[in-house]
């Protein structure tokens, strides 16, 4: 899986890195075939201090590409809320994908 985290009008720190990576975790751990993720925060220069700070993603899994935004006045509050999105696109996404038909059993004679 490849991961690239980059930040527009700010610095990824380490911190913000390793706490992104760990909040990734759990959306790989419901999904495994999960081929790129691309993490983008930005700092937009708004007058309200409120969804100030937006972090989205998109992720390449196979068979179909994920894309989530979020905003908010705390940056890591942001990474939470796409995370939480993220997650319940993916689980969608592999409900859809799994096959739901079972097999009749043959008739006894």
Known sequence: MNLTISGQHLEVTPAMRSYVTTKLDRVIRH???VVDVKVRLTVDNQKEKERRQRAECNIHVKGNDLFAESSHEDLYAAVDDLVDKLDRQVVSHKERR????HETPKRLM
Do not use: G, I, L
């Not at 799994?98 to 038909?101: A, E, K, P």
């Open 98 to 101: 799994q096959d739901h038909h």
């Open 31 to 33: 999904f495994d075939q």
